[in-house]
């Protein structure tokens, strides 16, 4: 009898533990199908933010996108596409100069629209093989520039022009009117159409006529003393369409550094064109990197004071890079030989942005 007892007692308790075993996997296959449940809920992904820096590109089929524009991608290293329908000369220099053509960019003017960067082959601009080495460097697309990059590419052109115009002035003073025209010119001829939107939309009085007033008088009668008159007027123009954009922003060592790399940019990719077998050949070229080059100077010292305080070595360092580029132009009128070589200007820029992207990245 207590065998048979012993026997139900063991058996009821197998029956409990069924049970437990029951519930706890009922539970455990609950649980899981949860989980399972909520790792696969769709998520919820939070737009990209676009900084107000930044470039929208448009495709020749309309479509857009979005790319950043910052301090990395402006200047020496540029990953910006040169559009081949729309730059301006001192922009497609940088084709010129890297392929050692002289006159090749008017060339490129010329032989425009392109529906694609292989048309420059096909409208034999360039030969296949010196496509090859610059294709990376073009583009027919459209940038459009929004929020700071915008003011950068604003203030660059109109810097360009006040270059152009400072050298010109040298070269009247010198009595060579024939080398001041051409850096006349420039401005209204290459730049203006450029800046002419933004014009606009800054509430900024048109300033082409004086410009072409200025330009016909030193064509014309270069020695009247008008052209002092004239030539005030110009700059006083140019001056005002630069004071669209607030002081504060102009003064602000991240915009103002922007701007100087961007023209000296330029300048050294004038400098590199009027050079050839170690002679100047390009004597326009040579004038055009003078008078960038002391814009940048003149740009420098309204940001001096706050560099010396916020970035003692940045500024100790930019201000011995512009005096060692300002010896490479002794005098408005080229030397038979450059004073520094390329490669020495070409460095000195490059060190110039490397420094001014430590700036960039405290600000």
Same mark, same amino acid.
């Given at each position: 009898?207590?065998?048979?007892?012993?026997?139900?007692?063991?058996?009821?308790?197998?029956?409990?533990?069924?049970?437990?075993?029951?519930?706890?996997?009922?539970?455990?296959?609950?649980?899981?199908?949860?989980?399972?449940?909520?790792?696969?809920?769709?998520?919820?992904?939070?737009?990209?933010?676009?900084?107000?820096?930044?470039?929208?590109?448009?495709?020749?089929?309309?479509?857009?996108?979005?790319?950043?524009?910052?301090?990395?991608?402006?200047?020496?290293?540029?990953?910006?596409?040169?559009?081949?329908? #729309? @730059?301006?000369? %001192?922009?497609?220099?940088? +084709?010129? =100069?890297?392929?050692?053509?002289?006159?090749? $960019?008017? &060339?490129?003017?010329?032989?425009?629209?392109?529906?694609?960067?292989?048309?420059?082959?096909?409208?034999?601009?360039?030969?296949?093989?010196?496509?090859?080495?610059?294709?990376?460097?073009?583009?027919?697309?459209?940038?459009?520039?929004?929020?700071?990059?915008?003011?950068?590419?604003?203030?660059?052109?109109?810097?360009?022009?006040?270059?152009?115009?400072?050298?010109?002035?040298?070269?009247?003073?010198?009595?060579?009117?024939?080398?001041?025209?051409?850096?006349?010119?420039?401005?209204?001829?290459?730049?203006?159409?450029?800046?002419?939107?933004?014009?606009?939309?800054?509430?900024?009085?048109?300033?082409?006529?004086?410009?072409?007033?200025?330009?016909?008088?030193?064509?014309?009668?270069?020695?009247?003393?008008?052209?002092?008159?004239?030539?005030? #007027? @110009?700059?006083? %123009?140019?001056?005002?369409? +630069?004071? =669209?954009?607030?002081?504060?922003?102009?003064? $602000?060592? &991240?915009?103002?550094?922007?701007?100087?790399?961007?023209?000296?940019?330029?300048?050294?990719?004038?400098?590199?064109?009027?050079?050839?077998?170690?002679?100047?050949?390009?004597?326009?070229?040579?004038?055009?990197?003078?008078?960038?080059?002391?814009?940048?100077?003149?740009?420098?010292?309204?940001?001096?004071?706050?560099?010396?305080?916020?970035?003692?070595?940045?500024?100790?360092?930019?201000?011995?890079?512009?005096?060692?580029?300002?010896?490479?132009?002794?005098?408005?009128?080229?030397?038979?030989?450059?004073?520094?070589?390329?490669?020495?200007?070409?460095?000195?820029?490059?060190?110039?942005?490397?420094?001014?992207?430590?700036?960039?990245?405290?600000?």
């Amino acid at each position: 009898m207590s065998y048979l007892f012993s026997l139900v007692k063991k058996l009821f308790q197998t029956v409990i533990k069924t049970k437990a075993f029951l519930v706890l996997f009922l539970l455990s296959l609950v649980s899981a199908i949860a989980i399972s449940a909520c790792t696969n809920e769709p998520k919820v992904s939070t737009p990209p933010t676009t900084t107000a820096n930044s470039a929208t590109v448009e495709s020749k089929d309309g479509s857009k996108s979005e790319t950043p524009k910052d301090s990395k991608m402006a200047g020496h290293n540029s990953k910006v596409k040169i559009n081949i329908n #729309e @730059a301006i000369l %001192s922009s497609l220099d940088k +084709i010129e =100069a890297e392929l050692g053509i002289a006159g090749l $960019s008017n &060339k490129i003017q010329a032989a425009r629209p392109y529906a694609k960067v292989e048309d420059l082959v096909s409208k034999k601009v360039i030969n296949a093989e010196q496509f090859e080495k610059i294709k990376d460097m073009v583009s027919v697309e459209t940038i459009v520039l929004t929020g700071e990059a915008k003011d950068v590419d604003y203030l660059t052109k109109l810097g360009l022009m006040k270059g152009h115009m400072i050298v010109a002035k040298e070269l009247l003073d010198l009595q060579k009117p024939d080398q001041a025209f051409p850096h006349i010119e420039h401005p209204v001829e290459e730049i203006y159409a450029d800046v002419e939107a933004q014009l606009k939309e800054r509430n900024v009085k048109e300033f082409k006529q004086p410009l072409i007033d200025l330009q016909q008088l030193v064509k014309s009668k270069p020695t009247d003393p008008s052209v002092t008159t004239k030539y005030q #007027e @110009a700059m006083a %123009s140019i001056d005002t369409a +630069i004071a =669209a954009v607030p002081i504060a922003q102009r003064q $602000s060592p &991240k915009l103002a550094l922007q701007v100087i790399n961007a023209i000296l940019d330029t300048a050294g990719t004038e400098y590199t064109a009027a050079i050839a077998n170690d002679k100047i050949k390009e004597i326009v070229e040579y004038q055009d990197s003078r008078g960038f080059t002391l814009y940048v100077e003149q740009l420098y010292k309204s940001i001096a004071p706050a560099m010396e305080k916020e970035h003692p070595g940045t500024h100790k360092q930019f201000t011995a890079s512009l005096e060692k580029l300002k010896s490479a132009y002794p005098s408005p009128l080229a030397p038979e030989k450059p004073v520094l070589s390329v490669a020495d200007m070409s460095a000195l820029i490059k060190a110039n942005e490397q420094a001014a992207a430590k700036v960039y990245a405290k600000t």
